[in-house]
């Protein structure tokens, strides 16, 4: 079973640049999300797609961050401009979905680094 | 606030040795709890759950042990490998949100041959 892919692995940009990352999750996963990973941090969560729905977005820098989810599979979260702080790197999981009767194991991808200069 | 914190930040230990690496929690009324492994440049890895229901999980040479009432738990590590070297994350789901992982900042392992 092929896992959760990203693209790219990493980027470097100037600050006030725009970039996007993408994200394909594992196949018939209705659950996708976005996680950001500072250095020496843990992930924190930025946004929760069910199918094409967001779940949560509460901690998304809304005023410059977005993120959308392709018919329910594929997933592109975009930073612009970026900020300095914005350097980290970016992990998309996915899960089954499944109604709450068991847990629903997330599965990570390798992740994206970014660092803004 | 649902926060989950882990100590030791970092570990080093010689290879063969048992050792145990401790993450706390607030609140707890949670759903269930992970362990997971990073390894640099690579994603997390989940090594054991913890349903809220359950005191403890096994698999091969590790063992989380999950104490809801005094909000904590353990990953207990056998017999240490230079292999295990990696970053181990604690992370939390609570009960009534969505199924938001919260994690703590992880335990840099290093086993030395």
């Known amino acids: 079973e092929a896992g959760v892919a990203q693209s790219p692995r990493y980027k470097i940009i100037e600050k006030r640049q725009s970039v996007a990352f993408w994200c394909n999750p594992i196949?018939?996963?209705?659950?996708l999300y976005w996680y950001q990973q500072i250095l020496g941090q843990g992930p924190k969560l930025l946004i929760q797609f069910q199918n094409n729905g967001v779940v949560d977005d509460s901690q998304l820098p809304k005023d410059r961050f977005s993120a959308e989810r392709l018919k329910g599979v594929d997933s592109t979260l975009k930073i612009q401009p970026a900020k300095l702080e914005d350097s980290a790197v970016y992990l998309c999981a996915s899960s089954l979905g499944v109604v709450r009767g068991g847990p629903d194991t997330q599965y990570f991808g390798p992740g994206t680094r970014l660092t803004v200069l | 606030k649902q926060e989950v914190t882990q100590i030791p930040a970092a570990l080093s230990v010689p290879e063969g040795e048992n050792l145990v690496l401790n993450c706390s929690f607030t609140d707890s009324a949670i759903y269930n709890l992970q362990w997971f492994r990073q390894d640099p440049g690579k994603g997390l890895t989940s090594l054991l759950l913890i349903q809220s229901s359950q005191r403890e999980q096994t698999s091969g040479r590790l063992n989380a042990s999950l104490d809801k009432s005094s909000g904590r738990s353990t990953l207990y590590i056998a017999a240490s490998q230079p292999g295990d070297s990696a970053t181990y994350l604690c992370?939390?789901?609570?009960?009534?949100?969505?199924?938001?992982?919260?994690f703590g900042k992880g335990t840099k392992l290093t086993v030395n041959p």
């Open positions: 992370a939390v789901q609570w009960e009534g949100g969505s199924e938001k992982l919260v």
């Open positions: 196949s018939g996963h209705a659950t």
